[in-house]
């Protein structure tokens, strides 16, 4: 399959031709330049040949003809029906020690008028039933929603509150496991009790509930239907009882609590079906789902290896087998970026077959893109994104496919806010969205250019000579921000905020047209 080369259009020996008025008659090209406009220069007329659009799966095939990124006209999301969600720009509605801070509820209703303004459509709440663990995610008794983010009426106070202005508050859905309250017999802890009035199935449990490859905790249920977790006993999927009576609790959350949305922790503790089943129980329109799957990347040593298909393989495996109905959380297009900033590998931005080399780059609407959460950033860190570079990693979700999603600490980090308000103004401007059109202009060592929906080109990386392709007002561009080592341009026919001309860069990289001394 070949496309015309959208890029550049052109023919053997127009290097030194101006592509725009306003370029100098003839370009000096330094290496780094001249590697990325090589690598599109694949004819003698001009033309990129592309290898044939790799698909993960056969059940993924027939689904994502449309969430492929667009190379060319032939794919540019012409089957795919667009949906609110694919508008969604969600917020982590909590840190790691958000527990331990009073009132974590009210805190976050003070800010609701703000998370408006700026333009977030869902927000990520934490587990809300009682638990072992003050974060929430060791829970036991489920209808129970005093916990130490707040009490149920604190709860509902702030989803009412966030379904009045229109943004949608996601639960987060701790079922892979459950603490229990009494011990049997033995001392083991696999007994459970129900003392909070719901209508609904009870949920007063035995160890009938737990899967009794479950060792730890004494169950006798089936056998595990995905990863073990070893702090609490792992629940029994199998069983139509317990399953029916989550499904219930699922129903109160949504009509007693206001719940629009689910997200999924540690789904690989469970056979994805039963995601499904879970989702299609509460009907929710265009609703927002998503999973946890937090793949295991391809390590050589300490190196990322350039090569992810295999994980991203599996997340798409995952999205398959549990219907569509949840998106997944893209580890990989995180693992790839940090990676690329840390080393200055920004080559790997760019798979083999010219796309996005995450899950953004093969299911782009079922990619919940983020920088950091709870658990690889806050006060964790157990897999941090390069402090340095935080505007970097926002300017790429914020603009490129996928569904965004912005970490609590960072919305409010002074020298953030105003970067990731930026971006998300632009992003609603520009009506990017998850099955956004992304053409990859350029990835090699030192920069990064894309262009999203002809509408936004974005620049990353330390190189600042962008050649020919550096977007200009003749062409009827005009710079919209620009930070460390990043720049976002947008067709200036769209009226920029006050203050911002679009003439010169801001921050500390300038980008140019002439090559480096």
Known sequence: MATRLSVLSLHTGAWNKPATPGLPTRLTVNRTLFSCVRSLRRSRFGKLRLQPLRRPSSAFRSATSAGEQATSEESAGTHHTRTTVDDAVLIQGFGWTSCDQQDWYD????????????????????????????????????????????????LQSLTWTLNHVGIKPIADIVINHRCADVQNADGIWNSYRDDVHHYGRRIDWGDWAVCRDDWHFGGTGALKTGASYHPAPDLDHTNEELRAALKDWLQWLRHEMGFMGWRFDFVKGYAPKYVKEYVDAVSLDEALHLGEFWVDMRWFGNTLDYDQDAPRQVLCDWISASGTGAAAFDFPTKGILQEAVKYTQYDRLRDRD?????????????ACTFIDNHDTGSTQKHWPFPESHLGLGYAYILTHPGVPCIAWEHMWDTRLTFIIKQLMRLRKRQDLHAGSKLEILCADRTMYVARIDDRVVVKLGPQQNMGIMLPTSEQGWRLSLAGHDFAVWEKSATELPSGTSGNEPAGSNAVSSEPNP
Do not use: D, M
Not at 117 to 122: I, K, L, Q, V
Not at 136 to 145: A, S, T
Not at 354 to 360: E, Q, S, V, Y
């Open 107 to 154: 805190q976050v209703k003070l800010k609701v008028p703000e998370l408006k303004e700026a333009g977030f459509t869902h927000i990520w709440l934490p587990p809300p039933s009682q638990s072992v663990s003050r974060q929430g995610y060791l829970p036991g008794q489920l209808y129970n929603l005093g916990s130490c983010y707040g009490s149920k009426e604190q």
């Open 354 to 366: 010219g796309r996005a080399p995450g899950l953004l780059g093969w299911w782009p609407q079922k």
